[in-house]
């Protein structure tokens, strides 16, 4: 069965760091374009990152341009979302999630699989 499973959220305070890790099992990530998704209650799923299958190429909405930096390591079936400078706004679940290309990711369309989300709190 394929799976993605999200961890590392939790409290931190504005302007603090926080690194979010994704792991896949019954499926290897080599062949898939991995992003970030975050969702505020309230509010509609946003795009937060994504990376192309080997790293190579990756994207950020100007929300977090600066502040995300999202990384893999393919060894380790992992993709990680580093986020720094966090603010209130940032607070959200966040998700991972596998397509065939980026462009579907930035596109929020053809998404293979989902996580089950972890959640980030900023604040003081």
């Known amino acids: 069965q394929m799976q993605l499973v999200e961890s590392g959220g939790g409290l931190v305070q504005p302007g603090g760091s926080l690194t979010l890790s994704c792991t896949s099992s019954?499926?290897?990530?080599?062949?898939?374009?991995i992003g970030w998704f975050r969702q505020a209650p309230g509010k509609e799923r946003e795009f937060v990152a994504a990376?192309?299958?080997?790293?190579?190429?990756?994207y950020y909405p100007d929300s977090v341009k600066g502040r995300f930096t999202i990384s893999r390591d393919n060894a380790k079936n992992t993709v990680y979302l580093q986020m720094n400078s966090l603010k209130p706004e940032d607070t959200a679940v966040y998700y991972c999630a596998a397509a065939r290309s980026i462009i579907d990711l930035r596109m929020n369309s053809g998404i293979v699989n989902w996580g089950q989300g972890t959640q980030v709190t900023v604040s003081s």
């Open positions: 990376s192309s299958w080997s790293g190579g190429t990756t």
């Open positions: 019954g499926f290897t990530l080599d062949y898939y374009s």
